[in-house]
């Protein structure tokens, strides 16, 4: 499989980030604590401003979990778009492409994880690093975070829009799957009916489907595409016109 663009830093830093507020805020918490209980050796009699001290440790108590919790969702994040690039990278083959960490509709503040773009056709992954039970009925979801459907199909028509402005096809454009792709081993999918034109799989199910898939671009019309694809993320991506149309920035 031929990388073109490798994920960002933005989850490996947000994690980072997170986790030295953590440490930070647990510092803080310890250090007032242990200046706060008289049978402790460090305790300081601050008088009258002792109940105000207890106030004050509050905060630290309640950022600890607060913060810890964004470490761990930003570092699942990390970690699980990592292993879906890695599994694809060594099962796929050098006639696919695969773009990671793309943003093309300005102003969206969510990113496209991957697109692989192959013989087999195009498709957009949104990917979840959660584990536990989740179940799938249609459009609906119950499990942990966010049900992530109408992203993956929002991120699909993004891209179906980026290869219709480029002029590659002239006549009928090429599908464009959405994919929500489970990177965590130990989840437990119950899928009782697909959503509305996006697939859900595990990551052990991903290469088997993507390869399995039947609509055929050509080699030239995939690198077009892909192309096409970053030219779109490096200028800053799509934006709405007045009349709720798509067009590059750079060409307004």
């Known amino acids: 499989m031929k990388i073109l663009k490798l994920s960002g830093t933005y989850l490996k830093t947000e994690a980072y980030k997170y986790l030295i507020l953590w440490v930070l805020c647990l510092f803080v918490f310890v250090v007032i604590f242990f200046t706060t209980v008289p049978i402790l050796p460090l305790y300081i009699d601050l008088g009258l401003y002792d109940t105000t001290r207890v106030l004050v440790m509050v905060i630290p108590l309640i950022l600890v979990p607060v913060f810890y919790r964004q470490h761990r969702s930003f570092q699942r994040g990390f970690e699980g778009e990592k292993q879906v690039t890695k ?148 200028c800053g991506g799509l934006k709405f016109s007045p009349t709720n149309q798509l067009h590059l920035i750079a060409d307004a």
């Not at 599994?87 to 969206?108: E, K, P, R």
Request: glycine letters at 6%; charged letters at 20%; proline letters at 3%.
């Open 87 to 234: 599994v694809l990278s060594s099962t796929l083959s050098d006639d696919y492409f695969l773009i990671n960490d793309v943003q093309l509709v300005a102003g969206n503040r969510s990113n496209i994880d991957h697109i692989v773009l192959g013989p087999t056709g195009i498709f957009v992954l949104e990917t979840k690093n959660h584990s536990g039970k989740f179940k799938c009925y249609g459009d609906s979801w119950k499990g942990i975070g966010q049900n992530p459907f109408t992203q993956a199909r929002f991120n699909s028509w993004s891209v179906h829009e980026v290869i219709k402005a480029s002029g590659i096809f002239v006549s009928k454009l090429p599908w464009v799957q959405a994919v929500v792709v489970f990177a965590n081993k130990k989840v437990e999918l119950e899928v009782r009916e697909a959503p509305s034109r996006v697939v859900v799989l595990k990551i052990d199910e991903l290469t088997n489907y993507i390869t399995q898939e039947t609509r055929r671009p050509s080699a030239q019309e995939i690198e077009l595409m892909s192309k096409a694809i970053l030219n779109v993320h490096e």
